[in-house]
């Protein structure tokens, strides 16, 4: 019997498997796919804003593997090397054991983490918006400070507990911001104080918000997020972080507890190691999804540098959308690749992006047609809510936005994420020596 074996359950690991193992099931070849990822699930990572926000339960976005998946063997554990000519993977696992699986053909799709800067304190003080673990901690930690501020008598210290900054102002960290000024909002209403005494900044070392959307919608949520009180600093990063401030790179220090580190992605770890040719952090593939030296290894999503064929000369983006199609052309390739079908060149064209941007508002851009406000709210929600991949994931997502509209969003804490858990090691899992 020959083995696939797929690393990371990401969009494109996920959907690869997934249809893989359909092509095959109408197939005589004897092929065992085994996917190798650290969780259980698959996550829908567009809806962690949601998650910090309280707005969704976590649960929600996590896609349960062994429900979507039963034909696919699935081991639980991070490939930590591959042996391009051995033909192997070692895999940590439960307890660091550590197990070597062959393979006939392998597919890369470990996905991205957040890209570091060297920024004294970053690592210690910062949080990420890539896993879980970091959305429900940043919502906890900061409702949290919002607790302890209720209880503060010097008014510097709890205004430092009431401010947050965002630092990315593309449309991760510009829907993280919207989402945890709602959460605050909820709070200082139940608890009868003024919303504006909570603060929260967004900084970009660019000079628009979301350059993705274009400059119409880019404008249009400046000024709704500027209303809602969000101060927006562009062209401003940090320059420094300590355990209760920031220093702006244009020297302003600013007494804060709550920081997120939304500022981009580059490939996941493990390929660094491998010792292949990368582009902008990602694997150099061909339009097949090859590596071109090793015609077995195949490669897909944010891990790869896929040529946009739409776009002569370019890569396509880092996005869901892209690694989810990738990982059905990696499917159809793969079983091409043992004799299953034929191969065919990945080609997509970027259909836009949908951005919610909080209480009735998100600005959304599909096929170039230019929304903003409840139209793209609409389409947002429902875009999200049919892309997740298991009816009963999609089920419990409706029900929470239904919810929010007759009750507000929940202000309890769990306490189960501590902050080690959620640093860019415990959770992204990227070395302290980045
Ligand atoms: C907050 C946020 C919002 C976003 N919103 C959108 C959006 O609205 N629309 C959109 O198109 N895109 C969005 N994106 C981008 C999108 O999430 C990524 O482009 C997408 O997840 C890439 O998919 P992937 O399969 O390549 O990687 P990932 O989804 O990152 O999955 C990679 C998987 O591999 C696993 N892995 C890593 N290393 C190893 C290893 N050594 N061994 C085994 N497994 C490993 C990881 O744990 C992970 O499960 C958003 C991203 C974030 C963070």
């Known amino acids: 019997m020959r083995r696939v074996v797929i690393v990371g359950s990401g969009f494109a690991g996920f959907t690869c498997a997934r249809k893989l193992c359909r092509i ?15 969780t259980d699930y698959h996550l829908y990572t567009p809806l962690l804003p949601d998650v910090a926000g309280g707005l969704i339960d976590p649960r929600f976005v996590a896609i349960s593997l062994t429900d979507t998946l039963p034909r696919v063997k699935l081991v639980i554990g991070k ?29 890369l799709t470990p996905g991205s983490v957040t890209r570091l800067f060297d920024v004294p304190g970053l690592s210690e003080h ?55 000024r709602a959460l605050a909002d909820a709070y200082a209403r139940r608890r009868g104080f003024d ?36 101060d927006i600093r562009l062209q401003t990063s940090l ?40 582009e902008r952090g990602r694997l150099v593939v061909d339009t097949s999804l090859r ?16 040529p946009d ?24 390739n793969v079983a091409a690749s043992v004799g299953v079908g034929v191969a065919k060149p990945y080609k997509h064209r970027d259909m836009g992006l949908v951005v919610d941007l909080g209480p009735r508002f998100a600005v959304a851009n599909p096929l170039g047609v230019h929304l ?29 936005y239904l919810t929010n509209v007759v009750t507000p969003r929940p202000l309890s804490t769990l306490g189960l994420v501590d902050s080690g858990e959620a640093s860019f090691t415990g959770s992204e899992g990227i070395p302290e020596h980045h």
Do not use: C
């Open 239 to 278: 320059r420094e972080l300590t355990e209760d401030q920031v220093v702006l790179t244009d020297d302003t220090v600013v007494p804060t507890r709550t920081v997120a580190w939304v500022t981009g992605v580059t490939g996941a770890p493990l390929l660094t190691g491998l010792d292949l040719p990368m």
């Open 372 to 400: 903003s406000g409840f139209p793209a709210k609409a389409i947002t929600r429902a875009y999200h809510t049919f892309a997740v991949s298991r009816g009963v994931n999609r089920w419990a997502i409706t029900l929470s």
């Open 126 to 180: 910062a949080r990420g918006l890539k896993t879980i673990a970091e959305a429900v901690y940043l919502r906890e930690h900061f409702l949290r400070q919002l607790e302890l501020a209720d209880h503060e008598t010097d008014p510097a210290v709890r205004q430092a507990l009431r401010t947050v900054v965002v630092v990315g102002a593309s449309y991760a960290g510009t829907e993280l911001i919207a989402q945890l």
């Open 79 to 107: 490939v930590d090397a591959v042996d391009l000519d051995g033909k192997t993977v070692t895999i940590t696992g439960e307890g660091d054991t550590r197990t070597e699986l062959s393979w006939d053909r392998l597919v």
């Open 24 to 38: 095959l099931s109408r197939s005589d070849e004897d092929v065992e796919v085994v996917l190798v990822s650290p």
């Open 309 to 332: 064929v739409t776009n002569p000369g370019k890569i396509t983006p880092p996005t869901a959308q892209h690694a989810t199609r990738q990982g059905k052309a990696l499917a159809r």
């Open 195 to 230: 919303p504006t005494e909570i603060r929260f900044l967004l900084l970009d070392t660019a000079d628009r918000v979301m350059p993705e959307v274009g400059n119409r919608l880019g404008d249009n949520a400046l000024s709704v997020l500027r209303d809602r009180g969000i």
């Open 291 to 306: 590596v071109p030296s090793h015609p077995d290894v195949f490669a897909g999503g944010d891990a790869a540098a896929v």
